[in-house]
């Protein structure tokens, strides 16, 4: 029996060869996004007390009911309010999975979907997945979008579009205007928005956020998708949510419920609980410091700083200063092996790999990891 290959992304993601690499050699991984601290004490114990809970019987629905009521009040306490229904959201297993999904439900084979470049890798994938076809857009070197350009990308087998703000990897956050721009270039076409808005707690100095679905047009032709793991800090609890339109979500739903139907209950009922304390603010001033200690800290070495990013959990710094002649996945597996520190090579949120004198570093990390891995970074 031969298996076809399904996508165009490498057998083993990128993710997973760095991480094998850095256990080989020891290093400190600033690879992942994945945070290296305990998670509030708080939701540990909600989830303790959901252990006593009789919650069995609601197998057959895909969200807890106070789950559902903690979303919808969570989010309408926003900056910019979200309002939603109960028809208006489902929680799912991964924000990867929602992705996965939201595309599911309007591409057919051969449509079109612009995927912008840098992005997480992931998209590409959920895309040839089905059949359809990644049509790459590269921003800017400052990270900007020239909307002509982007506007050049549109035929009539364009059916969809990814956005991700704040981005992983640029850390960019998309302003109001943004939205009003991709409005301008999609209006008049049945284009649909698939929105990555993980990251959506995380922006710094006084940035807002703004979801797709704040745009009065775009909101009725977008999916947005969230995530408890980035909220929480929780990788590997797998519980994310996605919102749209009351028509968008029957669709979706229709889908969802033939695999995965729902995420285990007990931590539904840990995070909506938690929800019911946490403090949106706290969590943003603290991965705040953390991301202003490690910039503080990173000035101080010979990398080629990109600004602060404005969200999200990752920094860039360029290398060529350091080694020129490297591109940027033997520079990083360098590090890696020589300085015991592993980032991502920035090539790998392009498709065809650019070589671009950079890399990813995360600071969600414990405040030691990251002076730790500075430290290693020194013997530069």
Same mark, same amino acid.
């Given at each position: 029996?031969?298996?076809?290959?399904?996508?165009? *992304?490498?057998?083993?993601?990128?993710?997973?060869?760095?991480?094998?690499?850095?256990?080989?050699?020891?290093?400190?991984?600033?690879?992942?996004?994945?945070?290296?601290?305990?998670?509030?004490?708080?939701?540990?114990?909600?989830?303790?007390?959901?252990?006593?809970?009789?919650?069995?019987?609601?197998?057959?629905?895909?969200?807890?009911?106070?789950?559902?009521?903690?979303?919808?009040?969570?989010?309408?306490?926003?900056?910019?309010?979200?309002?939603?229904?109960?028809?208006?959201?489902?929680?799912?297993?991964?924000?990867?999975?929602?992705? @996965?999904?939201?595309?599911?439900?309007?591409?057919?084979?051969?449509?079109?979907?612009?995927?912008?470049?840098?992005?997480?890798?992931?998209?590409?994938?959920?895309?040839?997945?089905?059949?359809?076809?990644?049509? $790459?857009?590269?921003?800017?070197?400052?990270?900007?979008?020239?909307?002509?350009?982007?506007?050049?990308?549109?035929?009539?087998?364009?059916?969809?579009?990814?956005?991700?703000?704040?981005?992983?990897?640029?850390?960019?956050?998309?302003?109001?205007?943004?939205?009003?721009?991709?409005?301008?270039?999609?209006?008049?076409?049945?284009?649909?928005?698939?929105?990555?808005?993980?990251?959506?707690?995380?922006?710094?100095? @006084?940035?807002?956020? $703004?979801?797709?679905?704040?745009?009065?047009?775009?909101?009725?032709?977008?999916?947005?998708?969230?995530?408890?793991?980035?909220?929480?800090?929780?990788?590997?609890?797998?519980?994310?949510?996605?919102?749209?339109?009351?028509?968008?979500?029957?669709?979706?739903?229709?889908?969802?419920?033939?695999?995965?139907?729902?995420?285990?209950?007990?931590?539904?009922? *840990?995070?909506?609980?938690?929800?019911?304390?946490?403090?949106?603010?706290?969590?943003?001033?603290?991965?705040?410091?953390?991301?202003?200690?490690? $910039? @503080?800290?990173?000035?101080?070495?010979?990398?080629?700083?990109?600004?602060?990013?404005?969200?999200?959990?990752?920094?860039?710094?360029?290398?060529?200063?350091?080694?020129?002649?490297?591109?940027?996945?033997?520079?990083?597996?360098?590090?890696?092996?020589?300085?015991?520190?592993?980032?991502?090579?920035?090539?790998?949120?392009?498709?065809?790999?650019?070589?671009?004198?950079?890399?990813?570093?995360?600071? *969600?990390? @414990?405040?030691?990891?990251?002076?730790?891995?500075?430290?290693?970074?020194?013997?530069?």
């Amino acid at each position: 029996m031969k298996f076809r290959k399904r996508h165009s *992304a490498g057998k083993v993601n990128i993710y997973t060869e760095i991480a094998e690499l850095a256990n080989q050699h020891f290093a400190v991984n600033l690879s992942q996004g994945s945070p290296d601290f305990h998670p509030d004490p708080r939701l540990q114990n909600f989830l303790i007390e959901a252990a006593d809970q009789n919650l069995f019987q609601y197998a057959s629905v895909s969200e807890l009911p106070i789950l559902t009521e903690n979303l919808i009040k969570f989010n309408k306490k926003r900056n910019h309010p979200l309002e939603l229904s109960e028809n208006e959201l489902a929680v799912i297993p991964g924000a990867t999975y929602g992705i @996965h999904l939201a595309l599911a439900t309007f591409l057919e084979p051969e449509d079109e979907v612009i995927v912008i470049e840098p992005c997480y890798e992931t998209y590409a994938p959920a895309i040839e997945i089905r059949g359809a076809v990644p049509v $790459y857009f590269q921003m800017e070197e400052n990270y900007s979008i020239d909307w002509d350009k982007l506007k050049s990308l549109i035929r009539k087998k364009t059916k969809g579009i990814i956005v991700n703000s704040p981005s992983n990897p640029t850390g960019k956050v998309w302003k109001k205007e943004d939205w009003d721009q991709l409005w301008e270039v999609i209006k008049n076409t049945d284009i649909l928005v698939v929105s990555d808005e993980v990251y959506d707690l995380l922006c710094y100095d @006084h940035r807002e956020f $703004y979801s797709a679905r704040l745009h009065p047009e775009i909101k009725n032709r977008s999916f947005s998708v969230f995530s408890f793991e980035k909220m929480f800090h929780i990788s590997g609890w797998k519980a994310s949510y996605i919102t749209g339109t009351e028509k968008f979500m029957s669709a979706f739903k229709d889908l969802h419920q033939y695999l995965s139907f729902n995420i285990n209950v007990y931590s539904q009922y *840990a995070l909506a609980k938690y929800l019911e304390v946490f403090d949106a603010e706290e969590h943003r001033k603290f991965y705040q410091s953390k991301r202003n200690f490690f $910039y @503080h800290l990173l000035e101080e070495l010979p990398f080629d700083l990109d600004p602060k990013v404005e969200g999200g959990y990752f920094q860039t710094v360029g290398f060529k200063n350091i080694k020129p002649y490297m591109s940027d996945l033997e520079f990083s597996k360098w590090l890696i092996e020589t300085i015991k520190v592993a980032p991502i090579p920035y090539s790998a949120f392009y498709h065809d790999h650019i070589d671009t004198g950079k890399i990813r570093l995360c600071f *969600a990390k @414990h405040e030691d990891t990251i002076v730790q891995a500075v430290e290693n970074l020194k013997k530069i």
